[in-house]
């Protein structure tokens, strides 16, 4: 029998720390750590999310505002609204909602966002410091999750077998990297991938990222292993899992549930970044002033 | 028997390519592609690469300047010298020789270059464009060579396994992004992993960059795996890889040789590098003027 790996709990926990830190930073430094969250069109996926992200900063003694743009919103119009806001002291966190429209370049958008305002970590100076292992001013809120929930296992990450199913630049490569810099021995897997079965079972700590309903089965688990399910598919049966969750759980020894594992865990990292961001803004003002 | 895959050849052939196209570019841009080489004090392996870099330059009909800094040099010294050449219009590349003495950070100096002069694409917006698969301006030039031997022997990437034993910023790293982006299954192992040879003998394609003589025996290659030989080790006996050429040579489907393989394909590509910096410089003031 597995373990479940609470992620909800685990949110709430590190979110009502952030809530305490949170209200320090309030009393010494006058200013109230603000998200501003880009959302352009209306899918309703993204709504939710934003919904959620906005309601969390409330939560936590931060504040958001949220700019909606239209849908047939121009490239320009999206960059000119990310300048105004990293032009604007108030506003300590950044952060367009993924998927943009088809016509708007994701990475002409992320990389307007000041590094130092972009909690997402998306950036490509973010990025360049994650692969390098330096000091990222932030690390991207999923994978940063996913390392959280490994490590509330207990079970040491170094020189263990990972194995990330999915590359995609938000989740699986930068969390291979992490995973990387904590001394495992990281494989990545992805649709080329020949012999899944045969590359997955041999994971001591499983990432399945691929964003494919149950596609993650009991031949593909080693007895024992971590397994963290990112898979956030939405189907008539409700939200769903990359992990059949039923299948899979009596053999890992691990294992996060969809919803209430990854999820939440994204989401307090990102209140995390926004707090660290307010307090990295104040630390720049004070030493500027004196 | 394995082919051995003549790096120096391949070399050879790439920069009679690139001398052409560089005159072509002089004659029509009246520019001649320049190259500034920063070597900080005197260790004398640094000593050799500069001198190696500075007569490819020549020999390919672009110029290069080496700067010689004292090995006691602050830190600050090293950046003023980087931003001097980074003003400099008739500098079109600019490369820190690494390694820097202990008290000089690394990362400080390689991100003051202008990535647009970041011909080893080691600055954090190369690596950041490099981790997303965005068109980097520059791909670091090991891992661009290691690209390059593997195609030259025929042996499709896409779906493959790859192995990358070593997980350096500058060769490991960047290498495993680049065969990832190929569609490759891969592993990235380095000194944390248990049972290396379990890993790397599942490997059709090994990549070796270590740093540690002959690490790489006969029980860690797959037979007829394609194995690229980074290392290069200084020993009494001279110049030696991290694979054990002679006992890997009749199992491997092809091996790359040291000296002879990866280092002369890494000076082309720098070259390549450097050509390419001069012709975006040429566009952007060109772009500029009308």
Redesign the interface.
């Known amino acids: 029998m597995s373990k479940i790996i609470d992620g909800k709990e685990m949110a709430e926990g590190l979110r009502k720390k952030l809530a305490i830190k949170a209200e320090e930073f309030v009393s010494t430094s006058g200013r109230i750590p603000k998200l501003a969250v880009i959302l352009v069109g209306d899918n309703p996926a993204s709504q939710v999310y934003v919904r959620m992200k906005k309601k969390a900063c409330e939560e936590t003694g931060m504040r958001s505002v949220v700019m909606v743009l239209p849908e047939d919103s121009e490239e320009k119009e999206v960059i000119s609204a990310i300048e105004s806001l990293n032009g604007d002291d108030s506003v300590h966190g950044i952060l367009v909602q993924l998927p943009l429209p088809r016509h708007i370049s994701e990475?002409n958008v992320i990389n307007v966002i000041l590094p130092e305002k972009d909690v997402d970590g998306l950036?490509?100076?973010?990025?360049?410091?994650?692969?390098?292992?330096?000091e990222p001013l932030f690390l991207p809120c999923t994978p940063a999750a996913i390392i959280e929930l490994v490590l509330s296992t207990g079970v040491e990450i170094?020189?263990?077998?990972v194995v990330v199913v999915g590359?995609s630049?938000i989740v699986g490569?930068?969390a291979?990297?992490l995973l990387?810099q904590r001394?495992a021995?990281?494989?990545?897997?992805?649709s080329?991938?020949?012999n899944l079965a045969g590359?997955a079972s041999q994971a001591d700590i499983l990432i399945a990222a691929i964003g494919k309903p149950r596609m993650i089965t009991l031949e593909m688990v080693k007895p024992g292993a971590v397994v963290i399910d990112v898979g956030v598919n939405r189907t008539d049966a409700g939200l769903i899992g990359d992990v059949d969750f039923d299948g899979v759980k009596d053999r890992a020894g691990f294992i996060t549930p969809v919803p209430g594992g990854v999820g939440p865990m994204t989401i307090a990292m990102l209140l995390k970044n926004t707090l660290i961001a307010a307090q990295l803004a104040n630390a720049r003002q004070f030493s500027k002033g004196h």
């Open positions: 990475k950036h490509n100076v973010n990025m360049g410091k994650l692969i390098k292992g330096e170094k020189g263990k077998q590359r630049n490569k930068p291979a990297l990387l001394h021995t990281v494989t990545i897997c992805h080329r991938t020949v590359v």
